[in-house]
């Protein structure tokens, strides 16, 4: 069975600008959260989707959003970036839920300059 | 909120050493424990979990072990090898659908052959 999937694997960006970043969960999952890791926060919870809808959200501005299809593929998208905004964005996808196992898909490195 | 404290933050051993990483969690309604394991440039990949109905939990060479009464659970590692080496996050939840996965903040392991 085909792993988390994440792309793009790595972008730069400059201030100011927007990016979308895209994730194919594993086949049969329904829940996908997203994540932001930097060395400094360690794994921030970001939101989670379940069949279309954003079931929980963490401490994060309204410059970051996602959404989530029919087929439980999901983006995430950050509007106006920041350089503090240069991180690792993970995704994780779960049959159900994050009470359940959780499986991480190899990132999307952001730089922004 | 809840609160997950993690140490040490980094562990050396030599290899065929023993490591053990320990976790504290604040809310006492968790009852889903999974541990992650994060090689360099990969997405954290779940290694092990355990959830507040057993006491311990063994896969070859890792096992975890939890105390509900002092809110504490351990990942144990057992004849380390180089390959071992890597950053561990533990995580704890109450375990439903809608609940959030929260992380402690990781433990970076180096074993030396």
């Known amino acids: 069975k085909a792993g988390v999937t994440q792309t793009p694997r790595y972008l730069i960006k400059t201030r100011g600008q927007q990016v979308t970043l895209s994730c194919s969960p594993i086949?049969?999952?329904?829940?996908v959260s997203w994540y932001q890791q930097t060395p400094g926060q360690g794994l921030q919870f970001l939101f989670e989707?379940?069949?279309?809808?954003?079931?929980n959200k963490g401490n994060f501005p309204g410059r970051f959003s996602g959404r989530q299809f029919s087929n439980s593929r999901s983006e995430m998208n950050v509007s106006t970036l920041e350089l503090g905004d240069s991180a690792l964005y993970l995704c994780a996808s779960s049959v159900t839920g994050q009470g359940y196992e959780q499986y991480f898909g190899p990132g999307t490195r952001l730089t922004v300059t | 909120g809840e609160n997950v404290e993690q140490h040490p933050s980094t562990l050396s051993v030599q290899e065929g050493d023993s490591a053990v990483i320990k976790c504290t969690y604040s809310?006492?309604?968790?009852?889903?424990f999974p541990w992650y394991k994060q090689e360099l440039g990969k997405g954290p990949q779940l290694i092990i979990d355990?959830?507040?109905?057993?006491g311990e939990k063994k896969d070859q060479r890792i096992a975890v072990t939890l105390n509900k009464t002092a809110k504490h659970f351990s990942l144990h590692i057992t004849e380390t090898q180089p390959e071992d080496s890597a950053v561990y996050f533990c995580a704890a939840s109450r375990g439903r659908d809608t609940d959030k996965l929260i992380f402690g903040t990781g433990t970076r392991l180096q074993v030396f052959p």
């Open positions: 989707y379940f069949s279309e809808t954003q079931r």
């Open positions: 809310d006492s309604a968790s009852n889903y």
């Open positions: 086949s049969g999952h329904r829940s």
């Open positions: 355990i959830r507040s109905n057993v």
